[in-house]
């Protein structure tokens, strides 16, 4: 403990967060726990505060899940990502400053080592069913928050019990695993949690059996296609790239091999995922499930966060109805099939082109049709609040009932779908068969049922030309025109919810995120007179949007950042390969470093790219491949 004492002088107050993370005593100030946590009730209780983990709907212009794609190619702010070009995103000093956090995990290490000895002992009141319910609670939380963990930083290490003020424990018990056996860690909570949880939950908004099933096949497919795709390079174990290899120098795949590995996940995940799609039709109301008040009852609705206006009432629709300084990209837009079926490319006539909105949204995917707002004029003459930086602004969480209250929007909004599980289903029997045998016939079908688009599935892929998709998921190494059908399905389902990036990430797209324009609409062919039209004539300002350029064809199109040239991304995307994982705080390599200056012997090693130097960006030219 002397040592650990005289690292945290030498380094003053590098440590503070990262001790009072790992170190804390007391879990949760839930007073003496020799009266709490003996009931069932104190078990929802305890269970109740890790809800709170789950996206919401914000007030004011505060966002929520209709603005979590700004991270990725589907959907942006006014202002340029970091994560998509080099230079800003650096290592951060301290734990507070990043995703680098443990407190869920050892709150639910509390609660479960807690609860696993007073059910032995026969402590708690409350029925089996009940009791079991709550733990499984806590054990799909503990997957929940790893989950988070994994797809920022790959390697964690896995912690199961509350760790002792001891630094010697500390050192060991905090040294990173292999993602892989992190993954597996995760689908043995959830396995658990299955096996523990109601089929029907206690009570309105509460996990349940379904849940935990779909929370594991998310797992199982994103963990399967980072390690497939990732392959060989220094992100996935098992190869002397690797950045744990010095670490866990005896490593092998648990499965006996990396293509092994790879098939346990895609089992798992058609697995679970098919037990969830079986029993749960989709909602032939798509848009319902987004701009109502109750959506717990509709099958297809695993879990929801509802709202209260005098409570916890939200200002999506009021944001949404001003654009709500989002939009979607052209990219996003393009991707979207028409509803015969055919890409827009190959559909003739039938695609009335892309220079009005109207035009645009004409016999397309339902989906589209009901999530982007048909204006005549888009709010483009601003950079402000209340306008859309690309033209084509989000409707699918709009209740124009609700347009006029910042703080007293009650439209719930889905955590889990049943969709999530057809479509994992989909990718992740063709990426384990190669062929779309089991169910996938008639889950896909279902899909495009519901988008009021053709069901024949092989129609689209015949058409599909990959060189005319600009999807950055159409360019993957080994794609064909099969496997992008099912990626652009899932795209189009979850428009603008947030599932866009850790999808980006998985498949290693984001290698062709080069010299990348975020575009929007197509301003400068037909709309800009209507702007010019107006009354009063709204003025399109060069520093507010890009500018048409007679040599540039494609500059009709609003280039978001295309307006100051000191933004760094004037010229496009450029994503460094370093950005896949998160940088680990500096404070947190030194916490488990024998010395201040043995920093690369730390149990918590830096991750490809990253520099042991707080406030220093990646090493661009770190070899990742």
Known sequence: MKKYITLFLVMGGFLLSSCEDFLQREPLDFGNENIFLKSTKDM????????????????????GPYRDDENSDNQTSFWSNSNFYPGVKEVPKLGDNSAWKFTTIRQCNYFINLIRERIENKEITGTEKEINHYLGEVYFFRAYD????????????????????????????????PRNEVARFMIRDLEIADSLMMETAPST????????????????????????????????????????????????????????????????????????AKVRPLCKDYKKMFTSDVI???????????YVATVNGHGVSRALSLAGKTGYTRSL???????????????????????TIERVLAHRDNRLVESLNNVFLPRIGSRDNEYTPTGYQVSKWLNPDQAGSETGGTTANPIFRAAEAYCIYLEAYYERHKDLGGNCDSYWRALRDRA???????????????????????????????????????????????????????WRALDNMVNYDMMGMNLWDVMFRRYANAEPPITLKEDVISQYDPGDPESKYIRVFRVNESDKAYNGYNFPKP???????????????????????????????????????????????
């Open 44 to 63: 929802a209780y305890f269970a109740n505060t890790f809800y709170s983990l789950f996206p919401s709907n914000k007030s004011y212009m505060n966002g």
């Open 146 to 177: 790893y989950y988070r963990l994994l797809t920022n930083y790959g390697d964690v290490p896995i912690i199961d019990k509350v760790l002792p003020d001891d630094i010697s424990i500390l050192k060991v018990s905090t040294r990173r695993a």
């Open 205 to 276: 908004g509460r996990l349940s059996r379904d849940c935990a099933r779909l929370m594991l096949a998310r797992v199982a497919l994103f963990e399967a296609t980072w390690e497939k795709y990732h392959a060989g390079t220094c992100f996935v174990p098992g190869n002397a790239k690797w950045v744990g290899a010095k670490m866990h120098p005896d490593f092998t795949f648990k499965a006996g091999s990396a293509e092994a590995e790879i098939n346990f996940f895609l089992d798992k995940a058609i697995e679970y995922s098919d037990m969830v």
């Open 296 to 306: 717990d009852t509709i099958p297809e609705v695993l879990l929801a966060k509802s």
């Open 333 to 355: 837009v393009e991707s979207f099939l028409m509803n015969n079926g055919l890409p827009i490319y190959a559909a003739g006539d039938y695609y009335q082109s892309d220079i």
């Open 452 to 506: 009021k688009t053709n069901s024949d599935y092989m129609l689209t892929i015949s058409r599909t030309d990959l060189s005319q998709e600009r999807d950055l998921a159409a360019k993957t190494k080994g794609i064909d025109a099969t496997l992008y059908n099912i990626r652009r399905e899932r795209r189009c389902e979850f428009i603008a919810e947030g599932m866009r990036l850790n999808d980006l990430k998985r």
């Open 579 to 625: 950005h896949y994982l998160e940088p680990i705080p500096l404070s947190e390599i030194l916490l488990t470093a024998g010395d201040a200056t043995d920093l690369e012997n730390s149990n918590i090693y830096q991750n490809p790219g990253w520099p042991i130097e707080t406030g220093s960006v990646a090493d661009y030219t770190y070899d990742c491949d």
